[in-house]
Structure formats: structure tokens, C-alpha cells
């Protein structure tokens, strides 16, 4: 499953946006595909331009990527985070990021990773004082905030998706039933006029047997059998047209339902 199937990306970016701004922690959504579903949101030039911008850093950077889950920390000693998106008990992506000093650092010991790594040391550690700091404790609460903010966004879109599907479906066979009621109508019309006619000719029968007299005693038999049926044809297409009623009546009150919440 796709998110970007059922939800507006813009949502999705406008409430990462708003927590990297107020948290310094960076952020970005990625979809199951490996694909970034959302643009990165203060993403900071020690782990993007140096770490991961060296052959060995993206190495290890990559590694932390596929194994790491949670609030953890990165091999340069940052704190990262990895959360997983779940619909209906399915991972459909994850918000990741972090990038943040959860202390203020030892920037010898930087120094030393920046030599491993094939960095710069001194561009490495000026990149490194513009870093986030914040403590532990803060950082995986705020990761922990933004997993259900988007956990619960992501589902209520799915929901509200989901359910203007059956809703718009609903409301198509709504609009067909209308219009087999509108033809059971008709045809119930149709019908009632012809029962009216064969009570008609029954009654003429009737008239004609009798002018017969003994010759005619057969004919009446039939007249009255064609009466008795007219008869009952019309009480059935009388009830007929009365449940039509009925269930056009309730048709229009759901549509009236249906319309009023939209």
C-alpha cells in the first residue's frame, strides 16, 4: 500500500516541518519503496555533506539505516530515530531522522572519527558546533511525538479515504435504486390499466351471455373467471404500488441523509 494513494503529501510535510522547527530535530517520511514520500526538514551539513558525503561515513551511515529502529545512536555519535508508519497492522513507510547531540560533544574524540572517515577534521568540527544540541530524554520523547502524530494522520486519511469510496458508492446505487423504483412505477401503471380493461371486457361478457341465454351459459363462466382475476390483479398492483411508495420514501429520506453529510 502507498501513501501516496490516499493522502495529501502537504499534510504530511507541514506537520514535519513544524516539528523540526520546534524541536531542531531532523525529519524526513520514506515510503516503502525507498522512495522519500516528503522533502528533509533541517537536515544538517555534518551529516549530509561530511558523514554521508564520504565513501566509508555513507558506509556506516547505511548500516545504521537498514539495522537501527527507534531512538538510537548513529556511529558518529549523533541520535537518530527510525519509526515505523503502520496501517492495519502494515508497515507502509517510516519518519526518520534525528541528527541531534543529546550532550555537548568531545570534539577530539570528532576529530578522531573525522580522520577515520577521511573528512576534514577542522571542517568537520566547524559543522559539528552547528548541530542541535538537546538531552536524551528530550530527544526520544520528541521522536516518540512526531511516530504518533504521523501514525495517526496517515490513518485518519486513510479512513477518510476509504470511506468517501463506500459513501460515493452508496450514493450511485442510491440514484439506481431511484430510477428501478421509477420504472416498477410505470410498469405497476401499465398493469393496474390493464386489469382495469379486462374487468371491462368482463363485465361486456357477462352482458352478452345473458343476452344468450342457455347458449351463453359457458361464456358467463369465463366472464366471471376474468372478473374474479381482474379483481385480484388489482389488489395486488394496489399493494404493489403501496410498498413502491414505501420504499421510495425511505430511499429519499437516506438520500436526504446521505446529502446533508457530505
Known amino acids: 500500500m502507498n501513501i ?107 576529530r578522531e572519527t573525522a580522520k577515520e572517515l577521511g573528512i576534514d577534521p577542522d571542517a568537520y568540527i566547524e559543522a559539528l558546533r552547528k548541530v542541535p544540541i538537546s538531552t536524551e530524554k528530550r530527544i526520544r520523547a520528541s521522536a516518540a511525538l512526531l511516530g504518533n502524530m504521523v501514525n495517526h494522520l496517515v490513518n485518519l486519511e486513510y479512513f477518510k479515504h476509504k470511506n468517501n469510496n463506500k459513501l460515493e458508492g452508496l450514493s450511485e446505487e442510491i440514484r439506481h435504486t431511484r430510477e428501478v423504483m421509477g420504472n416498477i412505477n410505470s410498469s405497476t401503471d401499465n398493469l393496474k390499466a390493464i386489469a382495469s380493461k379486462q374487468k371491462i371486457l368482463s363485465l361486456n361478457a357477462s352482458i352478452e351471455a345473458a343476452r344468450s341465454g342457455e347458449a351463453g351459459v359457458g361464456f358467463a363462466v369465463v366472464a366471471k373467471s376474468m372478473g374474479e382475476l381482474s379483481a385480484k390483479s388489482s389488489d395486488i398492483y394496489g399493494d404493489i404500488e403501496k410498498s413502491v411508495v414505501e420504499v421510495t420514501e425511505a430511499i429519499n429520506n437516506l438520500s436526504d441523509i446521505f446529502e446533508a453529510g457530505e
Open 4 to 110: 501516496r494513494d490516499f493522502m495529501d503529501m502537504k499534510k504530511l510535510q507541514e506537520i514535519q516541518d513544524a516539528f523540526s522547527d520546534s524541536t531542531g530535530l531532523a525529519a524526513i517520511a520514506v515510503g516503502m519503496d525507498g522512495k522519500y514520500l516528503t522533502e528533509g526538514s533541517n537536515f544538517t551539513d555534518f551529516c549530509m555533506k561530511y558523514t554521508r558525503g564520504s565513501a566509508e561515513g555513507n558506509r556506516r551511515c547505511i548500516k545504521c539505516d537498514n539495522e537501527c529502529t527507534g531512538t538510537y545512536f548513529c556511529h558518529a555519535g549523533l541520535m537518530d530515530f527510525s519509526i515505523d508508519i503502520m496501517l492495519e497492522g502494515e508497515k507502509i513507510g517510516a519518519i526518520i531522522g534525528g541528527q541531534v547531540l543529546p550532550e555537548e560533544p568531545d570534539e577530539e574524540k570528532f
